[in-house]
């Protein structure tokens, strides 16, 4: 059955690997944008903005959980997929990814500079460029794979505890943003920010970081469903683990009357919480969420390009290496990030639905899934719905992009 074909001599599912895969993705969705729009967000909606993030996280489960569920059981990639859905989807889908994952690289490697030039003062686009180094020596290592793990669990790791730390100093409300994660004053006022939260995390390549990356790994197939199923749960729990702490610290600082400054909205947070130490913090949890959004983007968009011949699978090292200089270039060289961060967001609005329906297709299909597969009735209905909030984003981004 096709369904189940994998490498041969596939060894048995690593642990390592499924939490690697699960902090990828988390790690991937957790970059510099993620910090700057949980601030700015908290700081205009306040105590509301819980049910924004609560809806979104269930959102998540829908898109992530439902990709890595047919990616996990099938062992194809995303666009291998969109190629069994239908030919030339899944070329048209990677062609999508991969200009969207260059265009967010640049703005990842500029989080990246900004955040050792808040630890160490130094000019902005060495610092980046300084990343970039560090991004290439990992994928340089024999062990890439085993080290983009550990990359990933670490400064996963690191993010989480100090704005935990951030959260407990700035003595949140946490009593009413739980009430308001439920009741908010306006439940219409909050689907701009919710959808918005849902393109962030879910978008472009993130869907299939984690994925991608256990078929690299040989895990696949129906025997390692289960571990699948949960190191994709467990993805989606940690990035809204983080969204959800980074909206307490900030919501401590916005409640206590601070108001953020509009240049570097959780920086001035982190500063106000902890002051000069606050200040240092956030240079960490920045250049953490930036390199390891780099190395999600870079290795996942190269994933991709698999399916346009097998010189681009042998020299997959290269493609990732080259993917990392040419952002890193269009950084140093045009250092205006956001202008192209604007445009492929709207773009990323589009890629969302059109992910998910050939994801959802797929889970349907005999043909690609084989005669004895089942896919959990309430894990669809979370993607239809998942579905519809991103095509109504689509819908929002198509009238943007001819402005933009």
């Known amino acids: 059955m096709a369904a189940n074909k994998r490498p041969a001599g596939m060894k048995a599912a690593s642990i390592s690997t499924l939490i690697g895969a699960a902090f990828l993705m988390a790690t991937s969705a957790i970059g510099p944008g993620f910090l700057t729009q949980t601030a700015v967000f908290t700081q205009t909606y306040g105590v509301n903005f819980a049910f924004a993030i609560l809806a979104s996280i269930l959102l998540d489960i829908g898109a992530q959980m439902n990709t890595w569920r047919v990616i996990g059981y099938t062992g194809l990639r995303g666009q291998e997929i969109g190629n069994k859905v239908l030919p030339g989807l899944g070329v048209l889908l990677s062609i999508l990814i991969v200009i969207g994952g260059l265009a967010f690289n640049i703005g990842n490697l500029a989080g990246a500079g900004l955040g050792l030039n808040v630890l160490f003062g130094l000019n902005t686009k060495l610092m980046a460029t300084v990343s970039a180094l560090i991004a290439i ?27 935990i730390v951030v959260m407990v100093t700035s003595h949140p409300p946490v009593g009413k943003a ?49 571990q699948v199923t949960k190191s994709s749960f467990s993805g989606v729990i940690i990035t809204g683990l983080m969204r959800i702490f980074l909206f307490l610290a900030i919501l401590g600082v916005v409640s206590a009357g601070h108001v953020l400054d509009s240049q570097n909205p959780p920086a001035s947070a982190f500063r106000f919480a902890l002051g000069v130490v606050g200040y240092k913090f956030f240079g960490i949890v920045l250049w953490s969420a930036a390199i390891t959004s780099v190395i999600g983007a870079a ?70 899934m084989g005669e004895k597969y089942r896919h959990p009735v309430w894990l669809y209905v979370f993607g239809v719905l998942a579905f519809l909030v991103t095509l109504y984003a689509a819908i929002i981004s198509i009238h943007q992009l001819p402005g933009l």
């Open 137 to 163: 020596l990992i994928f340089l290592s024999r062990n890439a794979g085993r080290i983009v793990d550990r990359v990933a669990q670490i400064l996963g790791a690191i993010m989480i505890i100090l704005v």
């Open 178 to 226: 739980a009430i308001a994660s439920i009741l908010p004053a306006s439940y219409g006022a909050m689907m701009l920010p919710m959808i918005t939260l849902v393109g962030g995390t879910v978008g472009g390549y993130i869907t299939f970081a984690g994925g991608h990356r256990l078929v690299e790994a040989g895990i696949s197939g129906e025997e390692h469903l289960g």
């Open 299 to 368: 290795y996942t968009s190269a994933t991709f390009l698999h399916g346009f011949g097998p010189w681009f699978r042998e020299h997959q090292r290269t493609i990732i290496i080259a993917f990392i200089v040419f952002s890193t270039l269009v950084f140093d060289l045009y250092g205006q990030p956001a202008k192209v961060l604007v445009l492929v967001g709207a773009l990323n609005g589009l890629i969302l639905p059109l992910t998910l329906i050939v994801i959802l297709i797929a889970a349907r299909s005999k043909r690609i």
